[in-house]
Structure formats: C-alpha cells, structure tokens
C-alpha cells in the first residue's frame, strides 16, 4: 500500500522501499528528493544552502495532493508522480512516465494534459541499485519541443538554446558543469547532485541521469522572468562578494614570466606607458617543485618586496596555485599520510603526469582544505599576496576514467563535481579568516554554489581562433544564466598565436574589444614562438617553457595603439561595472546577459548567439568573423536604441547592419538609460 502524506510542512509519499520528499526551500521553489527508503531520509545540502522555515499550503484531493510554495505547485498523484504548476495555472514540469492504467487519474479533465497509458514500463524516477549503496539514477519529464533552456555552465560549443541538445555532467579542462538551467516556460532547476552523468533536453523528453548517486536531489523554482528565476537560485545557492574596486581594469598575464625581475619589468613598462594595470600574474612553476606552494627563491629572492613595489603603482600580484602534489614535494610525506590527497583505486597511485608524478590535493576534506591554505598562507599571503588562481580545478587527471579516483566524501563517480567548490572554499575560507574582505580567486572550473566563494571563472586553455572565440561567447553567458557572474577569458585564447602574424593580431583585437565588455579584462595564452627553457632539468625536476611576449605591446605599434584605446574604454566603464558588480553581489544577477535575459517573449531572442546585453542598457554586438567590417545586429522591440559609435537612432523590432571596421566594436544603449552619459565617454577614449 502507498502512503500520501503531510508531514512537518513537507508532502511525503512512500510505497515498497522508495520514497519521494517535497520540501518548501526558497521563495516560490521547493526541493524534491527520492529514492529507495533509508532510515534517515536527509540528504546533503551540496550546492544548496540551509533553508529558512517555509510553510507552504496543502491541498488534499480524492486521489493527489497539492503543495504550494508562492508561485510553484506541486500536484502528486497516489502512485508517487509528480507535476508542476505556476500561479497562473500553467503546467511548469511533469514526469514522464509510460505506464499501464489503474484506474485512478492524475489529473483533472479540461485544458491540463491526460496522463499517458502505456505498456513501456517507463518510470519517470529510477534508482537502479549498484555496488554499495549508491544507485544510477535516472529523472525523466515529459518534453515541450517549443520550450528554450540555457545556463547549465560551461561548453564548447555554439549554442545558447541548449534545447535539442545533451550536455555532460562532468569537469573537464575548458569545460565546467554547473547543472543549473532557465526554462522560456517560466521555470529554473537545479539538479543538486555532483555526480558524474548526463543531462539530455531532446524534443521527446527531458532527462537527468547520474551514473552513481544515493538519491535524486533536485530544487525548482518558477518565476515569471529570467531575472527573477536567477535572483531566487542565488537566494538559495548564495551570491559572490562584492568584486574589489581595483579588479575592475586590466588583468596581466601569460605563459610564463619566469623571474621576479621579468614580472617586475613588465609593470614597470605598464605604469612608465600611463596604463593602469589592476593585476599581474606570476603564472605556473614559480615554484621548486608541485605541490611546495613557494617561490623558488632562486629566480624569486623576495617576494615581500615584489609586492610592495606593485603595490605602489596600484597593481596586485596574483599567484598560480595547482593541486597536483609531486611525490618529491616537502609537503607529499604529511599529506599522503593524512588522507588529504586523491587516491587512485586501481594500478599506480598517480593522478596526473604533467612534468612529474603527481596526486591531487583532496580539498572534499576539511583538514585539507586548512592545511593547503596554511601553507599558502605562509609562502604568499604572509608575503603581501591575496590573490589566488586555482588552476587544475577541475582537476585534470591524466586520464578522464572518473570511477578510478576517491574522494574523502566518496567515489568521484558519485561526488566528483563538486571538486572546484571546495577548491575555492579552502582560499575563500581562509583569506576570510585572515581579514581579507571579498575574496576573489581566479578558478578555471565551477559547480553550483562556486560563486558564493568568490569564485571567478575562467574558460580554460581554449585554442586561438575565431570558432573558439564565438564558442567563448555562449559559455560566458551560459555560465551567466547558471548562477555564475563572474566569468572570464584568455583574451585570444590560450593555445597558439604568433605575434607576429597579421591574422592572429585580428583575432586579438577583436577579442579584447568584446572582452571589454565583460566582468573582468583579462590577457593570457601561450604564444608563439615558444621558448625552450635553458636548462630543460634542475635538480632532477623537469622546467617550463615559455611563450612569446603576451603584453600590449608585443603585437607591433598599431595593434599596441588600439589596445591601449580601448583598455582606456574600460577604465571610462568603472562606473557601469562598478554598478553590475553591486547588483551581482545583492541579486546573483550576471553583468553578460543574452537577450532572451530583458527580452524573453520577443521572438529569436533565445537563440541569439553573437550579441548580448551587458547589464541592462549596453547591446553588444562583436565581429566574430575574420575578416569582417559589418555587423548584422538585432535591436528588441518597444526600445529606441542609440548607436554609440555614428550617435544615430534606431527604433527597435528589426535588425540594421553597422558599420565595423577593425578600430570598431559595434555598441548600443538604450536611449534613456543613465549609462548615456558614460557611453558618451566611450565614444571619445575608444570606438572612433
């Protein structure tokens, strides 16, 4: 016999071993668990924060109950399926379920769909038991073919609409799962589950799967515009800090800068040229060996002082931090006797081999995450550093066989996702512990919940090309739309790009136009021609090569010029961005927004994939083409729209093509806006 029932202000259903928990969490939006019926039936918050007590409104029929939290519903029928509705009676979500008739009805007669009868044994919620205690899990729902998703993180790939398409559940380098979404129906969800698995959004279902999981854990939320569906995830997720004043300009880096004098010139110049430089970055193998966390203090001999000396021409040091751990590193014999390394389950106990067997730090477990930072802490922050990227956050094993690694919380099959959350949690927690007000750590992968530690994001080693570069585009605002607000890039992308060809300086310029025009202006790659270390060996540890020049000026004097115009474009922004990055910190909002985000019932604005709105009131359209000198452009509807470059007017509701030569970035205001001012600024320090 099944049960249906209310209890301690949450609907539970249960019948032969399975059960299924409604649960008020949030405005307007409830979590749901499931699965085969333990004695406790709690289960981890992972990405979710604690929840303030809700109590919602019940509604008890002849053969369903109605939970009501707001504006979302949640009708569940005797046999344990379940649907949801907005406040104005539109069916949000339901299972899919392919099941034989027992004479009882789901749903009432009239405008609201019949539920299917079927001899498929289809079931909308499974937990096929594994090994232990863990299950394949597997939720299916029933598929509007016209319905419009983004968010979801970050992937390779050219499409904002994510409908129609099949998503990986899993961390890789350049690609970052964040398994949050917004429907065009009027709905986001949240697949609470960092295990590794699938996520199809196909014309004939919707389908979450995980290939290893204890239960399904999922939270919904309706809402009536995307910007209100994003405010309520942050409201249950959390929201960043608020981005430090000094962040909103120039970020400087690239593949590698060896010395400390070489980082040093390299400022130097920066100030001697009248640019202001927010950030320079000592990249990776600074160190004597993985896993040291420290100058080596033969090429680095005093690293308070190097500090110091930035500071004073208003620029902060930021320093790489891997997790991979040598077996030679001074710190290997402590850590691996204390469990605070990733364990390999099969063959060698190495995880990756990049320049040296190594293990990756296991930030899954509290003492680890303090001992890491502790060491940090000593070696950088006691020495003037407070800025931190966390690279490898993925992390990035040899070899992707997920179900070969463990964690201190479990299989990573099971758990993996949720790496780069604690990666970030271990600096965040301890700059905090230090003093340091709003963390920010640069992280090149994300999970649900990352932005709540300062986690600013970065797409990864990406090639240089302009398909990469319209690819980095969808997953700077995908990564928006799933609850991420602080996103970035490798201005021209990472892998390649001599400097001295005419090609890849297009390709630059034009990204760094667009890159203007997102939360954080950031150069980095590895560019040619690479130089081979001098000595390839040191203490029987194998060194690091070096790419080419990375700075402003390496291109040649023209490219140096327009750079430099438009680097003095973004420090006219600071008061635009200065006003995104509040609303992120108070709403969870992004400051990149596709269309769909301030216009989602005008028609195409899902699928647009090559313009965006930054914030509120600046349309931006970059050329994301070689060798283009237009630009199509799409204005909405029920605005007038300001080009900021000819200062001409355009009513909205059609598309125009503007003039765009190599000097132009095409840009649009919305005329009454209060950044018209501002853009007027910019039309003098950047676009000509």
């Known amino acids: 016999m099944n049960t249906l029932q209310i209890k301690d202000n949450s609907l539970h259903w249960a019948w032969n071993g399975q059960y299924l928990k409604i649960m008020a969490w949030g405005e307007n939006s409830l979590r749901i668990i499931s699965g085969w019926l333990p004695e406790d039936i709690s289960a981890a918050n992972y990405a979710l924060l604690p929840a303030a007590s809700i109590i919602p409104h019940f509604q008890q029929g002849e053969s369903d109950v109605t939970m009501t939290n707001g504006n979302i519903r949640a009708i569940v029928d005797r046999q344990g399926r379940v649907a949801f509705y907005n406040q104005h009676g539109e069916c949000l979500l339901e299972e899919l379920w392919r099941q034989r008739d027992n004479g009882e009805h789901f749903w009432d007669a009239g405008e609201q769909p019949q539920r299917k009868i079927s001899a498929l044994k289809i079931s909308g919620r499974e937990c096929k038991p594994l090994a232990g205690d863990a299950f394949e899990v597997n939720v299916r729902f029933e598929s509007n073919p016209n319905e419009k998703i983004c968010g979801m993180g970050q992937y390779q790939q050219s499409f904002i609409n994510l409908k129609g398409c099949s998503v990986e559940l899993a961390q890789r380098n350049s ?93 130097r110049r920066y100030r001697d040229e009248g640019i202001p430089l927010a950030v320079i970055v000592a990249d990776f193998f600074h160190w004597p060996i993985q896993g040291d966390w420290r100058f080596d203090e033969r090429e680095w001999p005093d690293p308070a002082a190097m500090t110091a000396e930035l500071r004073e021409m208003g620029t902060e040091l930021m320093v790489s931090v891997w997790p991979t751990v040598d077996v030679r590193s001074e ?254 910190h108070e709403t969870g909002e992004p400051l990149m927004r596709p269309m769909s985000y301030h216009y989602p019932r005008q028609a195409g604005s899902w699928d647009i994939t090559d313009q965006y709105m930054f914030g509120a009131d600046i349309l931006v359209a970059p050329v994301v083409h070689a060798g283009e000198t237009s630009r199509r452009v799409w204005l909405p509807a029920n605005e007038v729209w300001l080009d900021v470059n000819s200062g001409q007017y355009y009513q909205g509701g059609t598309h125009t093509t503007v003039p765009a030569p190599l000097s132009v970035l095409p840009l649009f205001v919305r005329e009454g806006a209060e950044v018209k001012s501002i853009l007027a600024l910019i039309r003098e320090t950047g676009n000509e």
């Open 331 to 584: 710190n290997y014999p402590a850590m691996n006797e204390r469990g605070y390394l990733v364990n390999t389950r099969k063959g060698l106990n190495v995880n990756f081999d990049f320049l040296g067997n190594t293990r990756f730090l296991d930030p899954t477990h509290p003492e680890a995450r303090k001992y890491v930072w502790q060491v940090c802490k000593k070696n950088y922050f006691d020495n003037g550093v407070n800025l931190f990227w966390l690279d490898e956050a993925e992390p990035e094993y040899g070899v992707y066989d997920f179900d070969n690694y463990r964690y201190h919380i479990g299989n990573t099959l099971e758990v993996g996702n949720i790496y780069p959350l604690h990666y970030t949690q271990a600096f965040y927690d301890g700059l905090c512990e230090a003093g340091q007000e709003n963390p920010v750590s640069l992280v090149r992968c994300a999970w649900a919940g990352s932005q709540r530690y300062g986690a600013l994001v970065w797409s990864g080693d990406i090639h240089s090309s302009f398909e990469s570069m319209r690819h980095q585009i969808c997953a700077g605002l995908n990564m928006g739309m799933a609850g991420i607000p602080w996103w970035t890039t490798d201005i021209g992308g990472f892998h390649g790009g001599d400097i001295h060809a005419p090609a890849f300086h297009e390709l630059l310029i034009r990204w760094f136009q667009w890159a203007v025009f997102s939360p954080v202006l950031r150069m980095h790659g590895h560019r040619d021609p690479i130089t081979e270390p001098e000595i390839p060996w040191r203490d029987g540890i194998a060194q690091c090569n070096s790419g080419a020049g990375n700075e402003l000026w390496s291109f040649g004097s023209p490219v140096f010029t327009l750079l430099k115009r438009y680097t003095a474009l973004r420090e006219a922004l600071r008061p635009y961005l200065r006003t995104l990055m509040q609303q992120a």
């Open 175 to 267: 690609q970052a799962s964040v398994p949050f979404m917004v429907s065009s129906l009027g709905y986001g969800f949240l697949w609470n589950n960092p295990a590794v698995g699938e996520a199809v959004f196909a014309h004939n279902e919707t389908r979450w799967s995980a290939k290893a999981a204890a239960r399904i854990d999922y939270w919904i939320t309706a809402g009536d515009t995307p910007a209100d569906i994003i405010r309520q995830y942050a409201d249950v997720t959390g929201k960043p800090p608020l981005m430090p004043e000094f962040a909103l300009g120039l970020w400087q880096s690239k593949l590698r800068y060896r010395t400390q004098e070489e980082l040093l010139t390299v400022a």
